[in-house]
């Protein structure tokens, strides 16, 4: 059986708002998108990634969680990672943006590296702490 998410050339999914740029070669199967977004990552569906699932902050969240950045948002260079600065950006009403590589530390050891941007929760609502889930829309966080 053949799978389509790990062959071929990269193919584009947009919701009207993002496009969200699928590049199988670069895939290192973390499971982090599915495990994060279910509903729209489903390798068991075809086709895997349905944007309709889910809102546009949710998804953006979600792609810039993956880490080898076979997932990646158009008009993003998806193999940029910032060497030398890092930028925090404080989104209005959402998450902080952090670009270039840090690592998260976990109060248990764990550590996870990111590269690229990762969006922190800043309103408290979100079930994936430190990230942001889009909760903050839901909840109304101002700020
Ligand atoms: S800032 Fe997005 S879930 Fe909290």
């Known amino acids: 059986m053949s799978d389509d998410r790990h062959e071929g050339a990269a193919k584009e999914y947009s919701n009207g708002e993002v496009t969200v740029v699928w590049e199988p070669k670069k895939c290192m199967h973390s499971g982090i998108c599915f495990a994060g977004l279910g509903k729209v990552f489903n390798p068991r569906r075809r086709p895997w990634v349905d944007l309709s699932q889910a809102s546009t902050e949710a998804i953006v969240a979600q792609v810039k969680e993956c880490p080898s950045g076979a997932l990646s948002l158009k008009g993003e260079a998806s193999s940029t990672v910032v060497e030398a600065e890092r930028i925090v950006e404080v989104s209005p009403n959402g998450?902080?943006?952090?670009?270039?590589?840090?690592?998260?530390?976990?109060?248990?050891?764990?550590?996870t590296k990111h590269h690229k941007v990762t969006a922190f929760c800043r309103c408290g609502a979100s079930g994936n702490k430190p990230y942001c889930d889009g909760s903050h829309r839901k909840v109304g966080f101002t700020g």
């Open 95 to 111: 998450p902080l943006l952090v670009y270039g590589n840090v690592t998260v530390k976990r109060p248990d050891g764990s550590e």
